[in-house]
């Protein structure tokens, strides 16, 4: 269903003891429950930084629940947990019922959660603020790309640079930011754009 992936969200969680458990749920409602059944917007992981035990609130899973109807909900005899050692990766769609266990331990438990989703969809979290252009300049492009400084197909993603009308291009491809092609927002830029439109890379 599209060309590119991007970087979707990234978080630490932190499950402190006592902490109840999560409300089960599908994280592909992040887009209002307007996206086809049949399109999977989002992939899921999350990754072990303690260890997954039942008793300290390991991910709860509903396997199959990516097939159900909406509408659907869980029975507790059809949840599972993730179980797993420390440096584990549990891997999950966003259509998969799931949640943060209950964590009934002394200790915390923590997990680091990174998911992707297609190229053109809205990020869950805003990724231009969380890395605005200053920083992620300092990235290699692959990682600038899944950021979403990249066109995310034919028409998506390209911006025009802050000049007075008529004094650059009005479009101009994110990866020209950092590629080093374009060293200031004048003619240069316009040049470069122009002859990547002339060879159809636009």
Not at 25 to 39: K, M, Q, S, T
Not at 69 to 78: H, L, M, S, V
Not at 189 to 200: C, D, I, L
């Amino acid at each position: 269903f599209c060309e590119t992936i991007q970087l979707h969200l990234t978080q630490l969680i932190r499950l402190r003891p006592g902490q109840g458990a999560q409300v089960l749920h599908r994280d592909r409602l992040a887009w209002g429950g307007y996206l086809p059944a049949d399109i999977e917007p989002q992939f899921n992981t999350i990754w072990a930084v303690t260890d997954f035990t039942q008793d300290n609130g390991a991910t709860q899973v509903v396997p199959g629940s990516h097939r159900w109807d909406p509408k659907r909900t869980a029975q507790p005899e059809e949840i599972a947990y993730a179980e797993m050692a420390a440096g584990s990766v549990l891997i999950y769609s966003g259509s998969v019922i799931h949640s943060g266990g209950e964590n009934a331990a002394s200790a915390d438990r923590i997990g680091l959660n990174i998911t992707y989703t297609l190229g053109w969809l809205r990020q869950e979290e805003n990724q231009y603020l969380s890395c605005p252009p200053e920083i992620a300049r300092q990235f290699d492009p692959e990682l600038q790309a899944l950021l979403g400084y990249a066109m995310g197909s034919y028409a998506l993603g390209y911006f025009t640079p802050p000049l007075p009308p008529g004094q650059g291009p009005e479009v101009v491809p994110p990866e020209f930011l950092f590629n080093g092609k374009v060293a200031s927002w004048g003619e240069e830029m316009y040049q470069n754009t122009s002859a990547r439109a002339a060879e159809g890379k636009l």
